[in-house]
């Protein structure tokens, strides 16, 4: 397997005369989690979205696992998309389907499984998110936030990818759940020997899974690194996201560990 999951290249990226992003270059390595931020507007999840190959680049290239997107056969970019697994923000599960059949629905693509398979393989997806078998006839519409998010989990993992895209993984969740669903992503990111690719706009979802953190700013990334690297920068936004009252609280248990001296002195700066 290539070390190298994700790579951008001088990305640019135009919606008429809009232009969003301007010459990226970020890099996904193999086992990390790499968050991307930065404020609304700012093309987070429209970078997702290349990554994905949703989106075609005006200049500049997106490779994943060893692959340019919009320069491969469309079976080599099939046979990719069975490689990873994407957690939208609102779950986007099927609300005609209940909660079997959205997991199954991947498999069933396939063509190659028989139902028996199948049954085990949902059956044992929706117990590694903590779905209990009960749950698996049920709608979309009969199930609480914190339950959607976990299906939509479990879908994603269906075809036990290797890299998983989560767009605002605990957007919508009460302070509890959303707890709950970033160390479930955790515990199941270190046993699946996951990477993954995260947006999100919550400091403590940030804080707890991040390896790297990658700051949007003004279409361009400002900074990529560590939370350390990262909480250093002297970028404005970069400032006020991480060092204003919110960010502090997030930052709260893990200060010291930064390495950074005396807080007080650092949020004045």
Not at 77 to 99: D, E, K
Not at 225 to 245: C, D, W
Not at 248 to 258: C, F, H, K, N, S
Request: hydrophobic share 45%; proline share 3%; charged share 25%.
């Amino acid at each position: 397997m290539t070390e190298r999951v994700v790579e951008v290249e001088q990305l640019w990226t135009r919606f008429g005369r809009q232009t969003v992003h301007r010459g990226i270059d970020l890099k996904v390595e193999h086992g990390e989690v790499l968050s991307i931020v930065g404020g609304s507007g700012s093309g987070k999840t429209v970078l997702l979205r290349q990554m994905l190959g949703l989106e075609i680049p005006y200049r500049g290239s997106v490779r994943v696992l060893g692959e340019d997107l919009h320069a491969c056969e469309p079976d080599v970019l099939q046979a990719l998309r069975n490689r990873w697994g994407v957690l939208f923000q609102q779950g986007a599960l099927f609300s005609a389907l209940p909660v079997f059949e959205n997991v199954a629905l991947p498999l069933r693509e396939l063509r190659v499984l028989d139902e028996e398979v199948i049954r085990e393989l949902v059956l044992m997806k929706l117990e590694m998110v903590g779905i209990e078998f009960h749950h698996a006839s049920k709608l979309p519409a009969e199930l609480s936030g914190g339950m959607v998010k976990r299906v939509a989990l479990a879908r994603a993992l269906a075809l036990e990818p290797e890299l998983l895209f989560l767009d605002e993984p605990t957007a919508g969740l009460d302070p509890d759940r959303s707890e709950s669903f970033v160390k479930l992503i955790e515990e199941l990111r270190r046993e699946l020997g996951l990477t993954v690719v995260m947006v999100t706009h919550d400091l403590d979802t940030l804080v707890a899974l991040s390896s790297r953190i990658a700051v949007l700013f003004g279409g361009r990334l400002v900074v990529v690194g560590t939370l350390r690297e990262v909480v250093q920068s002297e970028h404005p936004f970069i400032v006020n996201f991480f060092l204003g009252e919110r960010g502090r609280r997030a930052l709260e248990a893990v200060w010291d560990t930064l390495g950074l001296g005396d807080r007080a002195s650092r949020e004045k700066t």
